[in-house]
């Protein structure tokens, strides 16, 4: 290809990036890797590229053509804020004046600036977002001579050149991760104003429901007037919420988020507790909400650079070049979104959350009368973790008087804790409190135990056991547990490309720790930058270490690892450090003495855990319940605590009530 035609596209092509990239790498408007900034460095000078840049580096032009102008609807919006300041600077670049113009989203005020527009001789091109996306409303504009590129929005017509986002893939995008989360009652809230942008949001979020056999007809979207005044409009949210109940809600713009959030806060509806949000978002108080806001985050430098490329284009060719483009919409995960808890047999039923089981007077009184007597039997004990279970448990129990007869640790050995679930059915307490150590190789006898004691489990189910066979399962909800951790390993790499990640899995037939694994997994597909190259389960804790080291060796350009939980992670960190390779950071889930030490160290870049203490408490609370009620909630999901480095002695007290080991500190 001629060195003079060869396009920024093309070099982002041949360099394997995207157009931004090259963009930064040119413009030096961005950090770029000295990696790929050597790469489309060597692209440029290959092709000739770097003649043209050269060129385009000439002194300001003045007189006849000088002034590229843009045409806004408004700056009060952060998009056209951020376009203006991009494009200035890409602009300036080639050596021209950047002006611009505000229409105030009324189409008579555009058609008289453009008029102006296209009439005066120093206007070399036209950036434009127009109010309109009807060809008749712009004839003037076609037919001039004055090269133009509208931008977000688009004029349906032949001959016109465009860039615009994503849209339709945006939202499907967003909304197919709701309804992955376990959301079915979603609400979409878009602007009533028509336009492109709005029908491509639209098209997306059907084709979401569709793409998981929902129709269209049960899709709950409200259209808000925003020229209304500011009540107005979040008193027809709050309607809007109250009459649909959703679980989920999705906007359509960054000003119908805000106008969201301010609803939420003056209903007292807790976000995500209550209602997860994604919103549609490149505000930078987003992420500085409490909760921090998920939001569909647009590529303004990538649509600016296309739009400011492709007219330059037309101004430098003369001619009309037809194209559409399209920059991205990225779904960018923060904590306004939580995972549904489904029970363990997938029923799609929200989790109770601990604080809706309340113990009336006279319940109490009849459990202080009762003298119930309760076991435990564990998977394991012998860790804080299984300590702070068993405390909580014992310090719920005691408030009712209720006493534990016997403690069981099964080493995590099937067989040995079927014996010892033999000796409790002699016993007979009148509750247990288990955590299977396998789901199948106990289910014949957990079974047996139902039918002389109420059982109520933790974590786990035996395999199919019957809902009149146990009271009710407590659990940390495991999907958001992993999800938690695959959002903080995808954080971590944000901006970067091409990184390449190992998965290490539990791979046993175990309920929580499989969903777990698997929330982690799918919350790695909203980062197009990662790439899982590997993915082994470890069945036994130990295997872990081999696991890691087989895996490493054949994908030595890993950078980084989940593992399942804390155990098997201490055991492939160790494997790690014996290869000299703590530059790989690790991902798990469950805070301990020696993960805390490692995320000290480094190596453990972060962790969601659950919280032991209060999953005992809620274990004594529903067994308490069932004592002298028969109605109690089956699913019972404790919310996963988020920890990073920076905040881990808070952490610590939070999840051990416990100060920090000073030898942690």
Not at 166 to 186: P, S, V
Not at 313 to 320: D, L, N, V
Not at 346 to 359: F, Q, R
Not at 614 to 632: I, M, P, R, T, Y
Request: glycine share 8%; aromatic share 8%.
């Amino acid at each position: 290809m001629g060195k003079n035609r060869i396009t920024i596209k093309e070099i982002a092509d041949l360099s394997g990036v995207s157009i931004a990239t090259v963009s930064h790498v040119i413009n030096r408007t961005r950090y770029v890797s000295p990696e790929l900034e050597e790469r489309v460095a060597r692209v440029i000078a290959e092709t000739g590229y770097c003649e043209k840049i050269a060129e385009k580096k000439r002194k300001l032009k003045a007189g006849r053509a000088s002034v590229i102008v843009g045409v806004f609807p408004n700056i009060a919006s952060a998009v056209y804020r951020d376009m203006v300041a991009s494009l200035k600077k890409r602009i300036s670049v080639q050596g021209y004046q950047f002006l611009i113009s505000i229409t105030n989203d009324d189409l008579l005020e555009e058609q008289q600036l453009l008029d102006n527009l296209t009439g005066n001789k120093m206007v070399a091109g036209l950036l434009h977002v127009p109010v309109s996306d009807s060809a008749a409303n712009y004839k003037k504009l076609i037919a001039s001579d004055v090269p133009f590129v509208c931008m977000e929005r688009n004029i349906f017509g032949e001959g016109i050149d465009s860039v615009e986002f994503q849209d339709r893939k945006a939202l499907f995008k967003g909304t197919d991760y709701l309804m992955e989360c376990g959301h079915k009652n979603l609400l979409f809230l878009r602007e009533s104003i028509e336009s492109t942008t709005r029908e491509e949001r639209t098209k997306g979020f059907l084709e979401a429901l569709e793409g998981r056999h929902m129709h269209a007809g049960d899709a709950n979207i409200v259209d808000v007037d925003l020229g209304l005044e500011d009540d107005r409009i979040q008193m027809i949210i709050q309607r809007a919420i109250r009459r649909i109940l959703p679980t989920a809600v999705i906007t359509g713009g960054n000003r119908l988020t805000t106008h969201l959030m301010k609803a939420l806060k003056n209903t007292g509806i807790r976000c995500p507790e209550e209602i997860s949000v994604i919103g549609f978002g490149d505000e930078t108080w987003m992420e500085l909400m409490d909760p921090p806001l998920t939001t569909l985050e647009r590529d303004v430098e990538g649509l600016s650079s296309l739009a400011a490329d492709l007219l330059f284009e037309k101004i430098h060719t003369g001619k009309a070049i037809t194209k559409c483009l399209y920059a991205d919409i990225g779904l960018n995960i923060r904590k306004s979104t939580r995972m549904l808890g489904s029970d363990p047999y997938g029923v799609e039923e929200k989790a109770v959350s601990p604080a809706d089981i309340i113990l009336t007077q006279e319940e109490k009184r009849q459990l202080r009368k009762g003298k119930y007597r309760v076991a435990i039997s564990f998977h394991y004990t012998g860790t804080a973790w299984a300590e702070l279970h068993e405390k909580g448990i014992r310090d719920e129990l005691e408030k009712y008087g209720i006493d534990v007869i016997a403690v069981m640790d099964a080493r995590f050995d099937s067989r040995l804790q079927n014996m010892q679930l033999e000796g409790i059915l002699i016993q007979k307490p009148d509750a247990v409190i288990a955590i299977p150590t396998d789901d199948k190789r106990t289910a014949k006898r957990f079974q047996e135990l139902s039918e002389v004691s109420r059982l109520v489990f933790i974590s786990s189910l035996p395999e199919n056991i019957g809902k009149n066979n146990y009271v009710a399962c407590v659990s940390v909800n495991e999907e958001e547990n992993g999800a938690n951790t695959g959002r903080m390993m995808g954080e971590y790499f944000r901006g970067k490309d091409n990184v390449k990640v190992g998965f290490i899995n539990h791979g046993a037939f175990f309920f929580g720790t499989r969903a777990r694994d698997l929330a982690a997994e799918k919350i790695l597909d909203n980062y197009p930058n990662i790439e899982i190259v590997a993915s082994q389960g470890f069945g036994q804790i130990g295997n872990a270490y081999h696991v890691c080291r087989r895996m490493i060796k054949a994908y030595p350009q890993i950078q980084a690892l989940y593992v399942s939980w804390d155990q098997p992670a201490l055991c492939a960190i160790k494997a790690l450090k014996e290869m000299g390779r703590e530059d790989i950071a690790v991902f798990t889930t469950d805070l301990d003495q020696e993960i805390a030490r490692c995320m000290e160290e480094g190596i453990v870049k972060g962790l969601s855990t659950q919280r032991p203490y209060e999953q005992g408490q809620a274990a004594a609370l529903v067994v308490a319940k069932s004592l002298v009620n028969d109605f109690v909630p089956k699913y019972v999901g404790v919310q996963p605590y988020v920890v990073e480095q920076k905040q881990l002695r808070r952490a610590w007290r939070d999840i051990f009530h416990d100060p920090i080991p000073e030898d942690l500190t």
